[in-house]
């Protein structure tokens, strides 16, 4: 429907296999994939058509915990490799303290506060905002690892 020839799909498919990587996954079924698998075929699909915006809703949702942290990291590498705005919806700050490079939080159907992490924790605009991040958030970042200057390997 493109009118795009058969050697330039054969090339996209190529490099985002490689770019998701899915190379030797292409010919399973969707069913014998895992979820994280499905979500990157997904998302394969919609890059080859080459968006100028992207809009993922809840990218993460088929993700288990013990590969989340490794698809954050794919997620945001592959959308900045394909060089094209994405906006993605998200319910945990977590997820998009991780995938974020701005950030808008909204309450209530409103959009409350929008800005890097950084700024939204050092400067949230309301309680809404200042509840939301830390009690999601702090919990998962260390500051500053200090022993005070104390030599402690002397009992």
Not at 52 to 75: G, I, R
Not at 92 to 118: F, S
């Amino acid at each position: 429907m493109r009118r795009v020839s058969w050697i330039e799909i054969t090339k996209r498919v190529r490099k985002l296999l490689t770019l998701m990587d899915l190379v030797g996954l292409d010919a399973r079924k969707p069913h014998e994939l895992s979820g994280s698998h499905r979500q990157r075929v997904a998302l394969a699909r919609t890059l080859a058509a080459q968006p100028s915006a992207l809009l993922l809703d809840e990218p993460l949702s088929n993700v288990d915990e013990a590969t989340k942290a490794e698809v954050h990291l794919k997620l945001k590498e592959t959308v900045r490799k394909a060089r094209v705005t994405t906006v993605c919806v998200l319910h945990e700050p977590d997820d998009a303290a991780a995938l974020g490079d701005r950030i808008a939080i909204m309450y209530g159907r409103r959009l409350i506060q929008t800005g890097t992490l950084e700024v939204l924790f050092e400067r949230p605009e309301n309680e809404i905002v200042r509840r939301l991040l830390t009690s999601h958030l702090v919990e998962h970042r260390v500051l500053e690892a200090s022993n005070g200057g104390e030599d402690f390997s002397r009992s």
